[in-house]
């Protein structure tokens, strides 16, 4: 496994190793010993989450102020734009977002810690997005940042993916900019 830091170090790229021939594929998806190698981290996973969405379904921002969850992301079909967004005030990143490309075909996995705000939207005709969780899901301290604020200014890949308009759950669509939104001290 092959763990590339981001522009904001905290966040990662994962590439696992694929063992491909004509047949098809096999990779690990998880391996703990692996991962704290790749990435110097030693964290339990607790909770995994699979999720289908259809095109231009945007997720996000989402993170849990209570009970933060780091998360293991990845796409086993279909592709999606995945962004991270450091709402930690006391981080010198705070308000900063990376983002990438995850897909069936690139078999890339992003590490998101815990302090950061999660969103993806779906590029292809469907996404299956699997995801690792350290901490169980807490709805009552779940918050939400407005995907397009612009304090923020995520170039999320709309035309790209031939998007003219996200479709957002009611949560998102109230979803507040950063200024007004609780984060991390």
Not at 95 to 113: D, I, K
Request: proline content about 5%.
């Amino acid at each position: 496994m092959k763990a590339t830091r981001l522009a904001i170090p905290e966040v990662m790229l994962l590439e696992p190793k694929v063992f491909g021939d004509a047949r098809g594929f096999f990779l690990e998806s998880f391996n703990q010993r692996a991962f704290q190698q790749a990435t110097g981290l030693d964290v339990q996973f607790v909770q995994d989450n699979h999720s289908r969405s259809a095109r231009g379904v945007l997720r996000g921002l989402h993170y849990q102020l209570k009970q933060p969850q780091g998360k293991l992301v990845r796409v086993v079909r279909g592709a999606v734009f995945d962004v991270a967004v450091d709402v930690r005030r006391s981080s010198p990143h705070f308000g900063r977002w990376v983002g990438t490309e995850l897909s069936e075909q690139n078999q890339h996995q992003l590490w998101v810690p815990a302090g950061f705000a999660h969103g993806f939207v779906v590029l292809s005709d469907s996404a299956d997005f699997l995801y690792k969780t350290t901490e169980y899901y807490a709805p009552e301290h779940e918050r939400c940042i407005a995907w397009n604020d612009p304090a923020i200014g995520v170039e999320w890949p709309l035309a790209a993916g031939g998007i003219t308009a996200p479709s957002l759950s009611a949560k998102d669509a109230a979803a507040r900019g950063l200024r007004e939104a609780e984060v991390f001290s």
